[in-house]
């Protein structure tokens, strides 16, 4: 169990309440400190405000895209550094292929993940081990 | 005796008053009259058979004026019911042309239209029964392609017609409308013949907004039904496997369960990845999207999506990939298809603990890949199993829609539908798709694939 003295942040931008539930659940028990946003305006928000180490964000949001929010984040000193992964169901081929234009560190499709290897590859990204 | 002047007198009255009742009968138009001529011959006689010559001429004009007249009557009521058949045709041809719910246009040889239809006028947006003949095509018709840039004249469907003697079709082309407006259109054109030459063209055109509207909607639905059957998928994978981390140890039992919500959510995920596909390829959705891209790291990429998968099946991975493999100008995520088609079925249909050799060659034009002759530089890729194999008398018909073959279909669950998507996907790509197999010892996928495919399918 990693260390809860400076726990790692992850904001988690995802609209779908259960999913939302599930990922911080898991990260959660995983000693990181977890951030929600329901939707890609205050995803945005928190990420700028809150600064998070590692930024989950689902594509496909209510109020503002994740596309969007990749766009914005990017624009800002310090969000253009900010490390994200996308999340994805693969019903959006054609925005994730624009989203990864913006420099993310990988996506990963949500249908196919099993806990344990997202939580493993968060911890890859956060550098815990 | 000579005559006396009363006796003069009485003779002229007389002669005078004989004539009254013809210049009376000649009065209303009656010459049937004739004159009498007096016998005994005096100074009247010749102005009485003058008059008898005048009134017979003018008898016979009056017969050749009706005669003519009754001539002219029936030419013009021949002419008459004549011009009567004519519009009556014309009005049907004109109401066939204008029922047609297309546009038509007629041009002669150098593209001046000499027949359009109201349709035609309509589509186009022009003003009520605007003349356009005579008026040269190009100048009614303002196609742009479909990232609105003005088409050139000799790119027309018409003027392509013409030149080339075969029919064009063309259906992604949009039409400005005077007021600035655009929309999709189907053209076809074709040549006119007449002994053997190209005369003219004609031209039937079609407003295809609703067509495309009809495209958006399904796409829009498949997008959306594949968000919505997935989500609840992962809702329910996720929390049975934080459910099973939350129980910590279990016994037999408990494990057995939880594997089977996991497993089960796992054939949903790869039914509906199946079902998009094929409602993608049936509704005609697959649009061809080419970019540049480099194979290495994509294929390492899919084989990091599929860990879990390998994982737990304890897979060995043996990538053997050429050195400096150029750029395949191709559809990422049709090829994304095929290469995870072919490698979740090798995973599949082999025993824990098996192997699976990853091969991407360069090839030349001409050059030979596993029995294969490639046409232009290619790029060939080889998967190849130690699994189950495919039965001999079974291997024809493995791409074939709804198949399984006998040695798997009542072990592993599928649909039948992986490998014929694979090779729809693969053909429309350009390329080719072949295996060899032997039961028991595994199969080899080939895929050959062209460097570039230009041409839109």
């Known amino acids: 169990m990693a260390t809860t003295a400076n726990p790692k942040k992850l904001l988690v931008v995802e609209d779908e309440p259960s999913l939302l539930n599930a990922l911080t659940d898991m990260f959660n028990q995983e000693g990181l400190k977890v951030i929600q946003a329901k939707d890609g305006k205050t995803g945005l928000e928190l990420a700028l405000k809150d600064k998070p180490d590692l930024i989950l964000l689902d594509i496909l949001l209510p109020k503002k895209s994740g596309l969007e929010v990749l766009e914005q984040l990017r624009k800002d000193a310090w969000g253009k550094n900010a490390k994200v992964i996308l999340l994805t169901n693969l019903s959006d081929t054609r925005t994730l292929a624009y989203a990864l234009s913006y420099d993310v560190h990988t996506y990963l499709v949500k249908s196919d993940l099993d806990v344990d290897f997202l939580t493993k590859k968060v911890k890859e990204y956060l550098k815990i081990k | 005796m000579p005559e006396t002047l009363e006796q003069y007198q009485a003779r002229v009255k007389q002669r005078l008053a004989e004539l009254l009742p013809i210049f009376a009968h000649a009065s209303i138009g009656d010459f049937n009259q004739d004159v009498k001529i007096p016998a005994a011959a005096d100074e009247f006689t010749d102005l009485y058979v003058g008059l008898q010559i ?8 009056t017969k050749q004026l009706q005669t003519l007249n009754q001539r002219l009557e029936q030419t013009l009521s021949e002419r008459t019911a004549a011009l009567y058949r004519e519009l009556e045709e014309t009005a049907k041809h004109e109401a066939i042309l204008d029922s047609i719910g297309e546009g038509l246009i007629v041009t002669d040889k150098t593209t001046k239209i000499i027949l359009a239809n109201t349709r035609a006028t309509e589509i186009l947006g022009l003003k ?30 018409l003027s392509r017609a013409l030149k080339e003697g075969g029919r064009i079709v063309a259906t992604d082309l949009w039409y400005r409308r005077p007021d600035n407006t655009t929309f999709p259109l189907t053209i076809t054109a074709s040549p006119v013949m007449s002994g053997g030459k ?117 897979v060995k991975i043996i990538k053997k990939f050429a050195a400096n493999l150029p750029q395949l100008q191709t559809d990422p995520k049709l090829l994304r298809m095929v290469l995870q088609n072919l ?24 050059a030979v890949f596993n029995g294969k002759q490639t046409a232009g530089t290619s790029l060939g890729i080889s998967i190849s199993d130690n699994g189950y194999g495919i039965p001999p008398d ?47 010892k595994g199969t080899n996928f080939y895929i050959l694939l062209p460097l570039r495919v230009d041409a839109q399918k």
Request: no cysteine; charged share 25%; hydrophobic share 40%.
């Open chain 2, 54 to 61: 005048m009134i017979e001429v003018v008898r016979e004009q």
């Open chain 2, 128 to 157: 009520d029964g605007a003349q356009i003949k005579g008026k040269v095509h190009a100048q009614i018709f303002h196609l742009i392609n479909e990232q609105g840039q003005t088409l050139p004249v000799s790119e027309y469907p």
């Open chain 2, 198 to 314: 190209i005369v003219g063209a004609v031209k039937v055109f079609r407003d295809m907004t609703i067509e495309k509207n009809i495209e958006r909607s399904k796409t829009e639905f498949v997008l959306l039904a594949s968000h919505q059957l997935r989500t609840p998928v992962s809702i329910i994978k996720w929390y049975g496997q934080l459910l099973a981390k939350e129980l910590g140890e279990r016994n037999a039992k408990q494990k057995q369960y939880l594997v089977e919500i996991d497993e089960g959510t796992k054939r949903m995920n790869e039914v509906i990845g199946t079902l998009l596909d094929v409602a993608q390829i049936e509704s005609g959705l697959l649009k061809y999207e080419p970019e540049s891209m480099s194979i290495v790291p994509y294929i390492n990429r899919l084989l990091e999506d599929l860990g879990p998968r390998i994982k737990q099946k304890q």
């Open chain 2, 343 to 366: 490698l979740t079925n090798a995973i599949k249909y082999m025993d824990s603990g098996g192997r699976i050799t990853l091969v991407i060659k360069n090839l030349k034009a001409g």
């Open chain 2, 394 to 440: 079974q291997q024809n018909r493995i791409f074939s829609k709804m198949f399984r073959a006998a040695n798997v279909k009542d072990k592993i669950e599928g649909t039948g539908i992986g490998l014929f998507i694979t090779k729809s996907v693969v053909d429309f790509l350009g390329g080719q798709i072949w295996f060899d197999s032997q039961v028991g």
